[in-house]
Nanobody
Framework: QVQLVESGGGLVQAGGSLRLSCAASGRTFSNYRMGWFRQAPGKEREFAAAINWRDGSTTYADSVRGRFTISRDNAKNTVYLQMNALKPEDTAVYYC????????????WGRGTQVTVSS
């Protein structure tokens, strides 16, 4: 019912910044939570950040707290991930996802965008 498309990935030097975008279509996001996850080669997918669509409250993984900022634009149905002070260990495919606040699992996922941080 909802489609998510990530963009903004690319190659950046350590210490640099990137801003990822996730555009949603197909429905309104009221009372839903949207999150960013990442998966490095050979590793499991891990949570990075999430935002409550209704009130804008945010949650961050310890590994990105203080460097990454998640935000939303209701008019554009878009969620962003501003990534600063990037490290080589941030290299991964980044996925956006969404779920109802009444569920414990994310129901819809984008296809991902590659972020590569060189040292």
């Amino acid at each position: 019912q909802v489609q998510l498309v990530e963009s903004g990935g690319g190659l950046v030097q350590a210490g640099g910044s990137l801003r990822l975008s996730c555009a949603a279509s197909g429905r309104t996001f009221s009372n839903y939570r949207m999150g960013w996850f990442r998966q490095a080669p050979g590793k499991e997918r891990e949570f990075a950040a999430a935002i409550n669509w209704r009130d804008g409250s945010t949650t961050y993984a310890d590994s990105v707290r203080g460097r990454f900022t998640i935000s939303r634009d209701n008019a554009k149905n878009t969620v962003y991930l501003q990534m600063n002070a990037l490290k080589p260990e941030d290299t991964a495919v980044y996925y956006c996802a969404t779920r109802s606040i009444s569920r414990s699992q994310y129901d819809y996922w984008g296809r991902g965008t590659q972020v590569t941080v060189s040292s």
